[in-house]
């Protein structure tokens, strides 16, 4: 099997929703499980940055279409961070 993934993707792009076992990549992410299956991705992306040591890095070896979405990405996450980053931890969190 060819694998036709950037180099800087580690894993595999396929994750499934623990609670019902659907392949995202198939199907939307379902409202009960788009945290579980966007966590993932999202920690993919992270290693991806944290590896090549840049956001410019990255895009460079970036095709096209993922291109544009890099610093999106990264913005997103400033947006949730300063939305969301002081309320507390809820008590018996697992990660």
């Known amino acids: 099997?060819?694998?036709v993934q950037p180099q800087f993707?580690?894993?595999p792009v396929s994750r499934s929703c623990g609670v019902s076992g659907i392949n995202s990549k198939?199907?939307?992410n379902m409202s009960y499980c788009?945290?579980?299956n966007t966590y993932?991705?999202?920690?993919?992306?992270?290693?991806?940055l944290s590896e090549a040591g840049s956001i410019k890095e990255v895009e460079?070896?970036?095709?096209?279409?993922?291109?544009k979405y890099i610093r999106k990405l990264v913005e997103l996450c400033?947006?949730?961070?300063?939305s969301f980053g002081d309320e507390d931890?809820?008590?018996g969190d697992d990660e």
Do not use: S
């Open 26 to 28: 198939q199907m939307g």
């Open 34 to 36: 788009r945290f579980e």
């Open 9 to 11: 993707y580690k894993y």
């Open 40 to 48: 993932g991705d999202l920690q993919d992306c992270y290693d991806a």
């Open 89 to 91: 931890e809820e008590e």
């Open 78 to 82: 400033k947006d949730i961070v300063d």
């Open 60 to 67: 460079e070896n970036a095709n096209q279409y993922e291109k």
């Open 1 to 3: 099997m060819l694998d």
